[in-house]
């Protein structure tokens, strides 16, 4: 799920899920698990934002300047 997704699912505003998913992420861990997100993507060029660790969308792509920039979709794996 998108924080959107998750936003409109539980009923708080998007940027208090992104405080949840840093909460989820660490006492996943210790179960094993893992917080797992996709890559953002840039819609204008496909800038793919490989090096980000932070949970939040980026504002801006730093190739095109574009804020057209796709949501990271989160999921829960088990750990290796
Ligand atoms: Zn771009």
Not at 50 to 73: A, Q, Y
């Amino acid at each position: 799920m998108t924080a959107m997704d998750i936003s409109q699912a539980v009923r708080i505003p998007e940027k208090e899920v992104y405080r949840h998913l840093a909460h989820i992420q660490r006492s996943v861990a210790g179960q094993g698990k893992e917080l797992l997100l996709t890559p953002c993507t840039c819609r204008a060029c496909g800038f793919v934002f490989k090096e980000r660790r932070r949970l939040t969308r980026p504002g801006r792509c730093p190739r095109c300047r574009e804020s057209r920039i796709d949501s990271p979709v989160f999921r829960i794996v088990e750990g290796k």
